[in-house]
């Protein structure tokens, strides 16, 4: 029996008592007490009766009563009036008859001598148990046994619809319904059969839904649970089970497979005519498959937008169904409202980033164009990638006012929230003749609107240190062309030469982002250099100290096919480089820094890619030893040929260190593997540095190596090891290189 059973016995066996209320002229309390103790007592002994003799007789009670008049209409007494009949004397009552605790006379009767148990002490209370009790509430039941549970699916075998369109087949419906199946998700283990027969009933439901996906509308399943003595298998034989374990079994009636019949739009006349229609991608004849309609439909939504149509609305589809023919006809309502073209940028936030003419430098569009919802899409993407907003939407806004050829304006409604301005970065890298190199930065994007950023760079390294300034000025006048105008001081202490400097520089690019790469890029400028610099000199064999001061006018053009700014997987990229310069601490000689590099990426599978990069360059119009040390052409490192240290080919002095070059040649080749956020590569660099105006292509030195890449949103983490081959005196025998983005 349950606790809530038991309760609901106990209740049932337990008596109700009624108390008597006291009668109006009741003895006293302290009169009647003997009698209640007498009466306690008899009510514990029960061949003792209960004493039944009235407090008050009746005939007493009713002469108690103020008289009652026979004549309705007599008025009624008041209360005064019956209580000076009450002080009238009343009739003698007759005496009490005597009972068990009265004399004769009425008095007492004296009491009987106490029980001598009361008079005996108290039991300790630690001498009694002291165990809790234990009600029915609190007995707990004992847990279920868990069940152990196979499940199938059968008749769906039944199923193979080979149309080149929606195939289907059981397998397919078999793998669709375990992905959200209730009785898959549990294991095969239940807490009891209810929970078994919950999960079956459940994935009935789901089973039909699958197949209603499929176009099976007629479709019907039913559920069965087989016990070890019920089991069958496929041929309706009797199946070996487990013991104790039991099989459900979901049985299939596929019946047929419903085909589109007529599909219409319940829509008015568009531009072009057939806008809606061909973004509509199902055929009439083809199964009805929900994935594919809802796909098409949600289409629509789409390629509308693309196409003028930025306020479209699709409805709520419905299907005919035709069980003789096993067709189903399609009709869509679709209200694409007004046909729009780009009209006002609006802004609204409290506080304002950026003016709309700001904003409309940024767009890709202009005022009158036809509206196009990629277009609204990237001008989102670009004001959040100036990283001055905290939240910002880009919707259009319905005006009514005409614009020609049938069509409206719809301006673009920007809620901008700003975010803050200022921000700190920070950068870590190693390579092997570098050593470690530390840059940290402070940026204020916005100190000078529109997106006038002042940053401060501070740069510390094993052979490197530095300060630097920066003005800039993103979105200069025109979509990702970039002022900069800077001041910085350097030290630099490397194996070619020790060199502090200073400079001043302005520059104006064009250049290629993720969110926009583009096929055309540039830039230009000027330098002002003063350094001092130390290298070594042949004619008295010893160490030098000299001072330049140089004026550059660098500028370079880049023609850009391949398919990703940061990690490339086809196409080839072109880049020239020419820099004027006079070195006016060398009696005003005039020379010309020029470079061509060409990269080139080739998949050779899903993924496997070949990558590959040349660049030659050269210094016209100056010797080596009347060049400042850091403009000659150095190679070897991680950005130019790895498995040598840092500007470690080329000519070198008595003591081994290299005193760089007025030509320069670099290959490399790399064999790419990724899969998933992970990457291998195998590599080959080459490259030589030469002291002649033009390469000789003599002395060519290659190293190899291997790497691997983690890729992430801001591009991949590279860490490649390499050595070179044929390795030299006084060259490393492993090169190391850590840093962000491909080699090449």
């Known amino acids: 029996m349950t606790a809530s059973l038991l309760v609901l016995a106990t209740c049932l066996a337990t008596p109700v008592l009624a108390q008597t209320p006291p009668a109006q002229n009741a003895t006293p309390p302290a009169q009647n007490a003997p009698a209640a103790q007498d009466a306690g007592q008899a009510g514990a002994a029960q061949s003792n009766p209960i004493p039944t003799t009235p407090i008050l007789p009746d005939k007493d009670f009713d002469a108690a009563l103020p008289p009652i008049s026979d004549n309705p209409d007599a008025p009624m007494g008041t209360v005064q009036d019956w209580a000076k009949q009450q002080q009238t004397p009343a009739a003698k009552a007759p005496a009490t008859p005597p009972t068990a605790t009265t004399a004769q006379d009425g008095t007492l009767a004296p009491l009987p001598a106490p029980d001598p148990d009361l008079a005996r002490p108290l039991t300790p209370l630690d001498s009694f148990n002291t165990e809790p009790y234990v009600t029915a ?203 729009s073209k780009f009209g006002d940028i609006v802004m609204e936030g409290k506080k304002r980033v950026f003016k709309p003419r700001h904003v409309a430098t940024i767009a890709r569009f202009k005022k009158g164009e036809l509206y196009d919802s990629r277009k609204v899409d990237d001008l989102r993407k670009a004001l959040v990638a100036t990283n001055l907003y905290s939240v910002v939407t880009v919707e259009p806004q319905q005006t009514g006012t005409a614009s020609g050829e049938d069509t409206e304006y719809a301006n673009l409604l920007v809620k901008e929230q700003a975010g803050p301005p200022r921000s700190l970065a920070a950068q870590l890298g190693y390579a092997t003749g570098e050593g470690i190199k530390a840059t940290g930065s402070w940026t204020h994007a916005n100190m000078f609107p529109p997106e006038g950023a002042l940053i401060g760079t501070a740069t510390l390294g094993t052979n490197e240190q530095g300060l630097s300034g920066t003005f800039r000025r993103a979105n200069a006048g025109q979509r990702d062309r970039t002022f900069e105008l800077g001041i910085g001081a350097d030290h630099s202490n490397v194996n070619a030469y020790e060199a502090y400097t200073g400079k001043l520089y302005g520059r104006m690019s064009y250049a290629s982002t993720p969110l926009w790469q583009k096929r055309w890029t540039y830039s230009y400028g000027f330098e002002v250099v003063g350094t001092n610099e130390k290298d070594y000199d042949f004619t008295v064999s010893d160490y030098r100290r000299r001072t330049f001061y140089v004026l550059a006018l660098p500028g370079q053009v880049t023609y850009d096919r391949s398919n990703s700014l940061l990690d490339p997987t086809k196409g080839y990229k072109l880049s020239v480089t020419i820099s004027p310069e006079t070195s006016l601490g060398t009696g005003g000689q005039v020379y010309a820094r020029d470079s061509f590099e060409a990269t080139g990426y080739w998949p050779l599978g899903k993924n496997l890619v070949l990558a590959g990069r040349a660049k030659i360059a050269s210094i016209q119009g100056v010797s080596r030893e009347s060049l400042a040390p850091s403009r000659r052409l150095y190679s070897g490192g991680g950005g130019s040929v790895r498995g040598f240290g840092y500007q470690e080919l080329g000519p070198k002095d008595p003591n081994g260190n290299p005193i760089g070059g007025l030509s320069q040649i670099e290959t490399g080749t790399e064999i790419r593997y990724r899969f998933g956020n992970y990457g291998l590569v195998a590599f080959v660099d080459g490259g030589q540095v030469y002291t002649s105006t033009l390469p000789s292509f003599t002395n060519f030195r290659l190293g190899a190596g291997i790497g691997a890449r983690l890729y992430t949103n801001f591009g991949p983490l590279r860490f490649d090891i390499a050595t070179p081959i044929h390795r030299e005196v006084g060259e490393s025998r492993i090169a190391v290189y850590v840093s962000i983005g491909q080699a090449f």
């Open 137 to 339: 509430a609190d007995v707990k039941d004992k847990p279920e046994t868990d069940l152990h549970y196979d499940w199938k699916v059968t008749g769906v075998d039944k199923i193979a619809d080979r149309n080149p369109v929606s195939p289907i087949d059981g397998n397919a419906i078999r793998s669709q319904f375990s992905a959200v199946s209730a009785l898959k998700e549990g294991k095969g283990n239940a807490a009891n059969a209810a929970m078994i027969s919950a999960r079956m009933q459940q994935d009935q439901k789901t089973l039909a839904d699958v197949l209603s996906s499929q176009g099976f509308f007629d479709a019907s399943v039913h559920g069965s649970i087989e016990t070890p003595q019920t089991a069958k298998d496929e041929q309706g034989k009797q199946a070996a089970q487990e013991p104790g374990k039991i099989t459900v079994v979901l049985d299939v009636a596929p019946g047929p497979r419903y085909a589109l019949g007529a599909i219409k739009f319940d829509a008015p006349p568009v531009t072009p005519s057939d806008l809606i229609t061909k973004s509509f991608v199902p055929k009439s004849g083809e199964p009805i498959v929900a994935d594919r309609i809802l796909s098409a439909e949600a289409g629509i939504g789409v390629t509308l937008p693309e196409n003028g149509y930025p306020f479209v609305k699709v409805g709520q589809r419905d299907v005919l169904l035709d069980a003789a023919a096993r067709t189903g006809d399609y009709t869509l309502p679709v209200t694409p409202g007004p046909r």
